[in-house]
């Protein structure tokens, strides 16, 4: 069974689609539909396994049929399920991307050494990732782009991220 830590979030189930136990399925692989060649998909623990078959193209992603799935309650209680892969069955990626979550965790400082706080999160409304970061002030998490001008160095075998952020951001 893979360890939390190799497991990586490809999609999440969105509910029901339709009265047959289809559901609504978003991918967060670069090519969507990659996400049907990384399966049997686990749930987070990665002891609860799915098998999935695209069915069709929504608004909001996919509808997918689920192996023993067949009724709308089924579906539905599968809501905000979120579905991960074995690290080893997704593609190498290049130098400058990574996984998200290979980013939650890492310590981020400025450019002269001093710490601005940790990766909590990555968000994407639609233009580019964005890292969350924790100032372990108290305060609101801060948004930073995670864009190479921002974030000139990413070094994951250090845990540590580098940012050149806009004045006064932080």
Not at 16 to 44: H, M, N, Q, W
Not at 48 to 74: M, Q
Not at 95 to 113: K, P, R
């Amino acid at each position: 069974m893979p360890q939390p830590s190799d497991l990586i979030c490809v999609g999440a189930i969105a509910g029901a689609y339709g009265v047959r136990g289809d559901v609504r399925l978003k991918s967060f692989c670069a090519v969507p539909e990659d996400i049907t060649a990384y399966a049997p998909l686990t749930d987070e623990s990665g002891t609860r396994s799915f098998d999935l078959e695209l069915t069709g193209t929504i608004a909001s992603g996919f509808a997918a049929r689920i192996a023993g799935v067949t009724t709308k309650e089924a579906a539905d209680a599968l809501r905000g399920l979120r579905l991960y892969a074995p690290r080893d069955r997704l593609p190498s990626l290049p130098d400058d991307e990574f996984y998200h979550a290979d980013l939650i965790g890492l310590d981020v400082h400025d450019t002269g050494g001093a710490r601005l706080g940790r990766v909590t999160a990555v968000q994407n409304h639609g233009a580019s990732d964005l890292l969350e970061i924790d100032t372990g002030t108290g305060r609101a998490t801060v948004l930073l782009p995670f864009t190479l001008a921002v974030v000139p160095t990413v070094d994951l075998s250090a845990r540590r991220i580098v940012a050149d952020p806009p004045e006064g951001l932080f």
